[in-house]
């Protein structure tokens, strides 16, 4: 009998064991340490303060220390990077956003694949672009169709935050299915775009609501399309796929991603919170005052996303033949 007995303890530990080496993390309730919560981009940016909202709202959730590590450079690959190549125990995790998930397809050389070196986890908030334009610039131009009558006859240049910038390659496919074509030229940030179309140097530019709202509601900018549906801080103005653009089909977005091969546990734990935390009404404020709008997208729905974006951006820079970054 305690022949047997001690043959069931051997056993039991056996499979304590390997519960543990193929899981990667102990039994212990995940997590139970803190955290590291790497963000791609500067302190004090949009993405930057919506990622300390939501860190913070896990940590209130989960009652554990979630740190906010900034690891900004090469429009976010460095710190997406870093996410990747971390260790798969949940105890990294990153947010992911447009300039990470294009950096890669800019590069002659992909320092991560988002479709296999992560896994998408959730879904946290969609960002609206607004296509603005300057009325005096552009004082014929006051909606899509009168957009592509105008570009059809006459040469149009646009703008946007950055060479390869979701507001730059939505341009691209939005001209194209409208039927002109048209130059872009590209600043480093949202802020010389905006003066430059403010200017009239540029008329036409795909920005982030936080830049452009102000001006759009001064008069000194004319909203001609949003990319998010039920934009109620512009009710007036049509959503891209209202209008029945193909090109909405893509949109701005932020989520979160941990390393590939993370447990599905602590994968599904992350998820879960996520989408706990956005019914939050306080996170929910914070967020939409830095132009993040809540949008919860479980791990499947989210992996499916980065996969369809990856496709249609590579299609985008390959036939608009950009320039790789150095």
Same mark, same amino acid.
């Given at each position: 009998m305690f022949t047997n007995l001690r043959s069931v303890t051997k056993m039991m530990g056996a499979v304590s064991a390997a519960m543990i080496m193929t899981t990667g993390v102990a039994l212990a309730e995940y997590p139970d340490r803190p955290v590291s919560w790497i963000v791609p981009f500067p302190p004090g940016g949009p993405t930057d303060v919506a990622s300390r909202v939501l860190a913070n709202a896990f940590e209130k959730e989960l009652g554990q220390t979630f740190v906010v590590v900034n690891r900004s450079g090469a429009s976010g690959s460095i710190g997406m990077r870093q996410v990747a190549t971390a260790k798969p125990d949940g105890y990294t995790i990153g947010t992911l956003a447009g300039p990470s998930l294009l950096a890669p397809l800019m590069q002659e050389s992909m320092p991560y694949d988002l479709t296999s070196d992560v896994e998408a986890t959730a879904l946290a908030y969609l960002t609206p672009l607004i296509l603005v334009s300057n009325p005096e610039a552009l004082p014929d131009v006051t909606d899509l *169709?009168?957009?592509?009558?105008?570009?059809?006859?006459? /040469? @149009?240049?646009?703008?946007?935050?950055?060479? &390869?910038?979701?507001?730059?390659l939505t341009l691209e496919l939005l001209s194209s299915e409208l039927g002109f074509q &048209?130059?872009?030229?590209?600043? !480093? &940030?949202?802020?010389?775009?905006?003066?430059?179309? +403010?200017?009239? *140097?540029?008329? +036409? @530019? +795909?920005? /982030?609501?936080?830049?452009? +709202? !102000?001006? =759009?509601?001064?008069?000194?900018?004319?909203?001609?399309?949003?990319? =998010? /549906?039920?934009? /109620?801080e512009l009710p007036d103005v049509p959503s891209l796929s209202n209008l029945g653009v193909q090109s909405a089909k893509t949109a701005s977005w932020g989520g979160i991603v941990t390393p590939a091969r993370t447990p599905a546990d602590v994968v599904s734990r992350l998820s879960a919170t996520m989408e706990k935390v956005l019914q939050d009404p306080e996170v929910m404020r914070r967020l939409v005052a830095v132009g993040a709008y809540p949008q919860y997208e479980d791990a499947e729905t989210l992996a499916a996303r980065i996969a369809e974006d990856t496709a249609v951006w590579k299609q985008v820079i390959s036939d608009n033949g950009l320039r790789a970054l150095r």
């Amino acid at each position: 009998m305690f022949t047997n007995l001690r043959s069931v303890t051997k056993m039991m530990g056996a499979v304590s064991a390997a519960m543990i080496m193929t899981t990667g993390v102990a039994l212990a309730e995940y997590p139970d340490r803190p955290v590291s919560w790497i963000v791609p981009f500067p302190p004090g940016g949009p993405t930057d303060v919506a990622s300390r909202v939501l860190a913070n709202a896990f940590e209130k959730e989960l009652g554990q220390t979630f740190v906010v590590v900034n690891r900004s450079g090469a429009s976010g690959s460095i710190g997406m990077r870093q996410v990747a190549t971390a260790k798969p125990d949940g105890y990294t995790i990153g947010t992911l956003a447009g300039p990470s998930l294009l950096a890669p397809l800019m590069q002659e050389s992909m320092p991560y694949d988002l479709t296999s070196d992560v896994e998408a986890t959730a879904l946290a908030y969609l960002t609206p672009l607004i296509l603005v334009s300057n009325p005096e610039a552009l004082p014929d131009v006051t909606d899509l *169709e009168s957009l592509a009558r105008h570009g059809k006859n006459n /040469d @149009m240049s646009f703008t946007s935050p950055a060479n &390869g910038s979701i507001g730059h390659l939505t341009l691209e496919l939005l001209s194209s299915e409208l039927g002109f074509q &048209g130059t872009h030229i590209g600043y !480093q &940030g949202s802020a010389p775009a905006v003066t430059a179309v +403010l200017s009239g *140097e540029v008329p +036409l @530019m +795909l920005a /982030d609501s936080v830049a452009v +709202l !102000q001006h =759009i509601k001064a008069g000194t900018l004319r909203a001609l399309a949003v990319t =998010i /549906d039920g934009y /109620d801080e512009l009710p007036d103005v049509p959503s891209l796929s209202n209008l029945g653009v193909q090109s909405a089909k893509t949109a701005s977005w932020g989520g979160i991603v941990t390393p590939a091969r993370t447990p599905a546990d602590v994968v599904s734990r992350l998820s879960a919170t996520m989408e706990k935390v956005l019914q939050d009404p306080e996170v929910m404020r914070r967020l939409v005052a830095v132009g993040a709008y809540p949008q919860y997208e479980d791990a499947e729905t989210l992996a499916a996303r980065i996969a369809e974006d990856t496709a249609v951006w590579k299609q985008v820079i390959s036939d608009n033949g950009l320039r790789a970054l150095r």
